[in-house]
Structure formats: C-alpha cells, structure tokens
C-alpha cells in the first residue's frame, strides 16, 4: 500500500510539473525555507535599514558637540573727518590695518556645547601693520591682540536636559524601538513561512484527494456503461455518474490552481530572485503530522510578556514618552545662566611686544555674573508641558491595550490548537467510516442491490471527509505557528538570531 502511495504521488508530481511547463522539482524542508525566508526576503531586507539609519541618526545627533575652527581675515582702511568741540575743530585720522581672528567654538563662530550644557567660545584676534594717521603729526603703528574665552552655564531651564541632550537620548529610543521592529519583521515573516509551507502540503493533499476523487468517478463511469451495455442499469444512472466525473474534474483543477498560488506564495516569502524560482515546482519534505503538545495559559502569557518584540515596543515608547515629559518640564523653569569671561589684551608697536603683554597678563580682562529670563505667562511651556504628560499617560494605556490583546490572542491560539487537534481524531474516524461505507456500498451495486445514485453520494461524502481531515491537520499546525508567534517564540523554535548588519 505504501508503494501505491509513493507511486501515486510520483505520479502527481510529474503531472504538475507538465502542467508549468518544467520539469525542475525542488524538495524543500520547512526548516531550509525559514533559513531563506531570513536570508532573502525583501521585506526583512528592507526593514533591517530602518534601524541602520537610526544609528547614523545618534552619530549625527551627537553632531552638536562638534568642535570648530573659526578663521578670519581681512583688510580695513578707515578714514574719518574731524570734530568739533567748544569751537575746536579736532583732527582727522586715518587707519589702514589688516585683521585676523582665530578660535575655538561652534559653527559659524558662535559658541560650542558640552553635554552637561554649558556652552564656550575661545577666540583670539590679531592686527597686523596698523598705521594710524592724523592731519597733523607723524603716523605710529599698533598692533593690538587679544585673547579669551566666555563660558555660559544653565542653572534652572536646560540644566537637566536641554534640546539637544534630547535629541540624542531620543535618537538612541527610536533605535530601540526600530530594532525591536526588526525583530517582529523576521519573527513575522518566519511565521508566514510556516504558514506558507503547511498550506503548500495540505494543497498537495487536496489535489491528491481530487485525484482520488476522479479516479473513483471513472471507475464508476466505466463500471456503469458496462452495466448500460449488458442491460443491469438504465442509461440515467451512466449519465449521472458522468456528470460526477466532470464534477470531478474540475475539483481537482481547481486544486491545482490552489497548488499553483500556493507555490507562488511560498516562494515570494524565500527568494528575492523570482524569476529563478518561478518554474520550479518545490515539494515539501515534510508531511502534516498531529504531534500533540501541552498547553499551559500562565507560563504562555508570561512567555509573551518577556518575549513579544511588540510589547517590547510599547515600552520603548513609554520611555520616549518619558522623555519628552522631562525634557518638557525642564522648560518651564525660568532661564537663569551663570555666565563669565576671560580674556587677555597686548598693545605694542609690533606683534612681538603686544604677545608679551599678554604673556605677561599685562591687560586682564574678566567678567562674571547671573542672567535671569522669567515669563510673565509662561502659557506655551506649561501647556506644552501638559501635553507631553497626557502623551505619557496614552502610552501607558496603549501598552495596557496591546498586553491586553495579547493574552487574548495566546488564549484563542490555544482554543484553537486544541480544537484543531480534536479535530484531526473526528476527522480521520469519519474518513474511516466514509471509506467503509462506500466500499460495502459498491459491493452491493456490484450485485444490483444498490444504486448508482447511492454510490456516487457516498464518493462525494468521502471525498469531503478526506479534505476536511487534511484541513484539521493543516489547522493544527498553523494554530501551533500562530501560538509560537503570539508568545514571541518563533525565533527561539528555530535557533534564529537576529542580527543587523
């Protein structure tokens, strides 16, 4: 019996492989298929730049406390009319110097930051060759320098987190949650894969059962024109069992033609190179088997809550919430900012002598001080403030709703799985007995103590009994690849691991 089988299958594949057009067969194992879906499908590849990009996102966010060197020069000549003053008119002068400034700080010249907040600017300038001229009198040179640096340290607002502390820790939780995303997307497509392969061996199945089908209508069909031809049977009998052949026949079209998208489907979750693929016929290497499992609702949810990447999400972004929150409460304190300065002045007829003046702190200069800015109002960082807070709290709700969901879907998963399972036991035994019942009933039409309209009933209710014993089979393990999925374990099952390149 088990050669029949292997011999009929045989037989099936070459029929189907004639019917594309090619003779090229792929036998694949469910396991070979996930390890390609993670390999090769498009949707994982393209998921895993989100957070590639992300982390440029933190390198660029940290971009803010880049250092710069500001350079400048230039030439100024300066020309200017007298004055008067009590009737004295004084004398017109006149300055032609070149200028250079050099220092530490931002872009721009402006002031770098730290990431504690306190933002700094060294700078230092320098004129060379400047010559003074007045109406009356020789010209004299200077050459004036001078050096410093100004320091500016929040005290109340941006003291804690300012925008851009901010934005970094933000950028570092988008990557978190993006990450996260990937997980679920390979976790998702491996459970599609699953899925995609059960379904492609309960289509080979069910074409089977059609074949099956057929063949048990021809064998009527010619048995009745035998009978029409001896004169046993009316010529209605034949016409009926006939029309349970087209009947049949277009059964089983109709399963190869679920075959055909079956196998398109599979293959659009392993491949990113179709057009190779799309004339090989894969056969799967398993079969649909009935391996019971033991089920536990409590250790399933509490798999779930550890290992769920979306629920892992929804933590992320209370997080980000959180964030906000404290970034936005910052802002409604007063802006009060310790600020000082110190810089360095020379004077001198040449560089040489204005660099040791301020080599020897001929010329100090410093200054330091508070700076306070108190909104009279405040409207816009309160309000913002609240807001940011409210957002805080639906996140908290949202992952109350999504924990929520899950239990129900560990729940109904599990419902599923074991009712699938009972399933299989109906199934197999009404299948049993449909095989019975028409083998006693065609002994009986073979002796003329039944009808032919009899018989073909009973073809019918095997063949139904047939398909939904394979059906229970396929929905048990699917309803196993779901509950896995729910519980955040598909990765785990099979020893996957991701990785973001």
């Known amino acids: 019996m088990k050669f029949l089988c292997a011999v009929c299958f045989s037989g099936l594949v070459l029929s189907l492989a004639a019917q594309t057009d090619t003779n090229k067969t792929q036998s694949i194992s469910l396991q070979q298929a996930i390890q390609m879906a993670v390999e090769h499908n498009l949707d994982v590849q393209v998921q895993r730049y989100v957070p590639m990009m992300d982390k440029y996102a933190i390198e660029g966010a940290y971009g803010v406390y880049d250092v710069f060197f500001n350079g400048s020069a230039k030439d100024a000549y300066r020309s200017q009319p007298g004055s008067f003053s009590n009737g004295i008119q004084s004398t017109s002068t006149t300055s032609d110097n070149q200028l250079y400034a050099a220092g530490i700080g931002g872009s721009g010249g402006g002031n770098a930051a730290t990431p504690w907040g306190m933002q700094y600017a060294i700078t230092s300038t320098y004129e060379a060759d400047s010559i003074h001229k007045f109406a009356f009198g020789p010209p004299f040179h200077q050459d004036p320098t001078f050096a410093g640096i100004t320091l500016d340290q929040p005290l109340l607002k941006n003291m804690w987190v300012d925008q851009n502390r901010y934005n970094i820790l933000t950028a570092k939780k988008n990557y978190q949650y993006d990450e996260l995303g990937f997980r679920l997307q390979v976790m998702n497509v491996v459970s599609q894969t699953e899925q995609a392969y059960y379904e492609l061996i309960y289509a080979f199945d069910k074409v089977k059962v059609e074949q099956q089908a057929m063949d048990l209508a021809q064998q009527l069909v010619t048995e009745n024109k035998r009978r029409v031809e001896v004169g046993t049977m009316a010529p209605l009998d034949e016409k009926q069992s006939e029309s349970q052949l087209a009947s049949s026949k277009a059964d089983l079209l109709a399963a190869q033609e679920t075959l055909a998208g079956q196998q398109n489907t599979l293959k659009g979750l392993i491949t990113d190179k179709f057009r190779q693929w799309h004339d090989i016929l894969l056969i799967p290497a398993e079969h649909l088997l009935p391996v019971p499992e033991m089920f536990d609702l409590q250790q399933s949810w509490e798999r779930g809550l550890k290992m769920r990447p979306d629920l892992a999400q929804?933590?992320?972004d209370m997080e980000r919430h959180g964030l906000t929150v404290r970034y936005q409460r910052n802002q409604v304190f007063p802006q009060l900012d310790l600020t000082g300065s110190y810089g360095r002045s020379g004077l001198k007829g040449d560089m040489g002598g204005s660099l040791n003046d301020i080599r020897n702190e001929n010329f100090?200069?410093?200054?330091?001080?508070l700076t306070l800015s108190i909104p009279l109002s405040n409207k816009s960082a309160r309000n913002t403030y609240k807001s940011a807070k409210a957002a805080n709290e639906q996140a908290a709700l949202n992952y109350k709703k999504a924990e929520q969901a899950m239990l129900i879907q560990i729940e109904n998963s599990i419902a599923s799985a074991k009712n699938a399972f009972e399933r299989i036991r109906a199934t197999r035994e009404a299948r049993d007995y449909a095989e019975q019942a028409l083998e006693a009933e065609q002994k009986k039409l073979a002796v003329g103590k039944s009808t032919s309209f009899v018989v073909?009933?009973?073809?019918?209710?095997?063949?139904t009994a047939r398909s939904a014993e394979i059906r229970a089979l396929a929905d048990y393990?699917?309803?196993?690849?779901?509950?896995?999925?729910?519980?955040?374990?598909?990765?785990e099952k099979y020893h996957l691991s991701v990785k973001l390149q």
């Open 456 to 463: 073909l009933q009973l073809q019918s209710a095997l063949t």
């Open 314 to 316: 929804a933590r992320v």
């Open 477 to 491: 393990n699917e309803a196993l690849a779901q509950l896995s999925q729910n519980e955040g374990e598909t990765l």
């Open 364 to 369: 100090p200069s410093y200054s330091y001080g």
